[in-house]
């Protein structure tokens, strides 16, 4: 079958991938000049199996007012689609909500780990992927005791290896924060964690799929999906249309805007984050494993020489400027958490927009036009969750049971617009 993959970054080319692995012939299109520029380019490099809680939980109510009214709020409420958007996060901003999405995002995670890491090592791609584990460290006691808490409940799930350190713990084992023993009361580590560089990783594997014949179309927009008695029938671009036996949909935070073309009310908005690529000066200790500052919700990863600093969630946010005041704030944090004094050479500034559903869980799968599948809404998650979620499709696509539960992870009829017309019921779950 030719199947014809919207959007060139993380969560595209995987699924690109597994489809070209499976026999059929694939094209991928994408608006940006080259593959990973949109939120895959520079993110925090982490592949977070085991830290996938939803930003909807049981504290949200409480601190309302703080997200909404006050100056820095984050949460931007411009128009109708925003609101909306607010309601249904509120809606699964209570407990048996997060927990049933982090039981579902953690076996989604599971899949991805035993998936992506034998495509980086197997196809020899080079993005400084790391083994290297992850520590997460928490200011208070108050905040140490709930991660605890959080542990308990995971390893009733199945997480293994999660254990929590003293401060001093948290030296030992990475010994690059050092000089922040004063900022912090202890911490979680979690041995089989990784990071690896999302950007390089797109570029790597977009040049391996068109050496093994896919067609890649770059800096072509698709402004339309042009449908008609129930089926896609081409994807519209200035170019021309682009014609495929079946369809794809991974356009990242652009995926609602396509969606509604095919009659699809997609709840995704951006949430837009920041980051810096730094060299420390020479003799400076480089972190082992990444590191996520919950005082800040900054996270730090190794990459080669340089480290990868991320951070900061602006809801409905998607302009693409980079203000100095985040940058400097990504600054100070490396400072701080790292010690470094002085940082050499090229900083590299960036920004990204997270594509986020308000449960916090991806919708992969089917849609009511049959010939078109979704991969969308990663959130904060998509490069840990890339590999896992491709396999879905390809399962869906070749009419197999899907290898985890998918039923969370479907489009569900209330996100299909009414007016097209469009008869739908959610497919039944495979298992
Ligand atoms: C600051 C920050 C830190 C993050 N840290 C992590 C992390 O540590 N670990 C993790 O797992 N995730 C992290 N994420 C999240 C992760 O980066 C995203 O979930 C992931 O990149 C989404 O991948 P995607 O392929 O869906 O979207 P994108 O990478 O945005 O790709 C979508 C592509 O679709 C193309 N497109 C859109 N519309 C059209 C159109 N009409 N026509 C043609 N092409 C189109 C775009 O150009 C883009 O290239 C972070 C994100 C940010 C912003």
Not at 90 to 104: F, V
Not at 280 to 303: N, Q
Not at 308 to 318: K, L, P, Q, S
Not at 375 to 393: D, Q
Request: glycine share 10%.
């Amino acid at each position: 079958m030719h199947i014809c993959v919207v959007g060139a970054g993380v969560v595209g080319l995987t699924t690109a991938y597994f489809l070209q692995s499976e026999g059929h012939r694939v094209s991928i299109v994408d608006r940006e000049p080259a593959p990973g520029l949109g939120a895959s380019g520079a993110n925090g490099a982490q592949l977070s199996y085991a830290f996938v809680a939803p930003l909807a939980d049981g504290s949200i109510p409480a601190r309302l007012p703080a997200l909404l009214l006050s100056r820095h709020a984050p949460l931007r409420v411009h128009d109708l689609a925003h609101l909306r958007w607010a309601l249904q996060f509120l809606k699964h901003a209570n407990r048996r909500a997060a927990r049933d999405t982090t039981e579902a995002l953690l076996r989604l995670a599971e899949l991805s780990r035993e998936f992506i890491e034998p495509l980086i090592e197997g196809e020899r791609i080079e993005c400084n992927f790391t083994r290297g584990g992850k520590l997460v460290v928490y200011p208070d006691l108050k905040s140490l005791d709930a991660a605890r808490a959080q542990l308990t409940y995971q390893a009733a799930l199945g997480t293994r290896g999660q254990v929590v350190l003293s401060a001093t713990q948290c030296i030992e084992r990475e010994p690059a924060i050092a000089g922040y023993l004063g900022g912090i009361a202890g911490g979680v580590w979690t041995p089989a964690e990784a990071s690896a560089d999302s950007g390089a990783f797109c570029a790597r594997l977009a040049e391996l799929l068109a050496q093994r014949g896919a067609e890649v179309h770059l800096g072509r927009t698709v402004s339309r999906i042009d449908h008609a008695d129930g089926l896609v029938r081409a994807l519209v671009t200035a170019a021309g249309p682009l014609r495929a036996d079946a369809y794809v949909l991974a356009a990242g935070a652009a995926a609602a805007e396509l969606g509604r073309t095919a009659g699809i009310d997609l709840p995704i908005l951006a949430l837009k984050g920041y980051s810096i690529t730094v060299q420390p000066e020479k003799g400076a200790t480089l972190p082992r494993a990444s590191i996520t500052d919950m005082r800040r919700r900054i996270v730090f990863a190794p990459l080669g020489d340089r480290v990868r600093v991320a951070g900061f969630v602006e809801i409905g946010n998607d302009d693409r400027s980079i203000p100095p005041r985040r940058i400097g704030a990504l600054l100070d944090a490396t400072r701080e958490v790292l010690g470094y004094s002085v940082i050499d050479g090229e900083l590299r500034q960036w920004t990204g927009l997270r594509p986020a559903t308000p449960s916090g869980r991806p919708i992969i799968g089917r849609t009511p036009l049959p010939n078109l599948y979704l991969n969308v809404g990663h959130g904060a998650l998509g490069w840990t969750l890339a590999a896992g979620s491709a396999r879905l499709v390809c399962d869906v696509i070749a009419g197999r049971a899907p290898t985890i539960p998918m039923a969370p992870f479907q489009l569900s009829p209330q996100e299909v617009i009414h007016a097209q017309r469009l008869s739908y019921s959610a497919p039944p779950t495979a298992r």
